[in-house]
Structure formats: C-alpha cells, structure tokens
C-alpha cells in the first residue's frame, strides 16, 4: 500500500468517526427536547392542579365563612330585648335564651 492509501483510508475512518458523533449528538438532542417536553406537561399539570387547591380552599373558605355567619345569626335570634317602664323610669331588660 502506497501513502496515497494509507491518506484515503485514514479519511475514511475519520469520515465514519464523525457520522457516528454527529449520530450520537442527534440523538442526545432528541433525548434532551424530549425530556423538556414532557417536563412542559408535567409543569402544565401542576400548575392545574394548584389552580383546583386554589379554587377548592377558596370554595371551603367561603363555606366556613357562611357556615360562622349563620352560627352568628342564630345566636342573634335567640336574645330578646324588652323595654318597659312606668312614669319617669325606663327599664330595658337584654336576655340570652340560649
């Protein structure tokens, strides 16, 4: 084999050598846009279901808040003012029938 061979044969295998780097980085660069996307779905779903917490406590909030205003209502309900008095006297008498 002459020099001129052993030059050809030599590009040859550098030409082999870098197609399969340029193989290996596509396909690390498939892996890699892969993996974001679903990291971009996994985000999406987080971010969902902080919305449900969000609208879930906001509805169990609003629940308790009414829940206290009727407890509130009812205890109002249960307490008599009377007024009364005869000649110069007032006579205001606040009762709790609870």
């Not at 061979?5 to 892969?34: P, Y």
Request: no cysteine; charged share 20%; aromatic share 2%.
């Amino acid at each position: 084999m002459n020099a001129e061979t052993w030059i050809a044969l030599a590009a040859v295998v550098i030409a082999v050598a870098a197609a399969v780097v340029s193989i290996h980085q596509a396909k690390t660069a498939k892996d890699s846009a892969r993996a974001a996307q679903e990291q971009v779905v996994a985000a999406k779903e987080a971010n969902q279901l902080t919305r449900q917490q969000m609208a879930q406590q906001a509805m169990q909030e609003r629940h308790q808040a009414a829940e206290a205003e009727q407890a509130s209502q009812r205890e109002a309900e249960k307490v008599r003012v009377e007024l009364g008095g005869n000649g110069g006297s007032l006579t205001v008498r606040i009762a709790n029938h609870s």
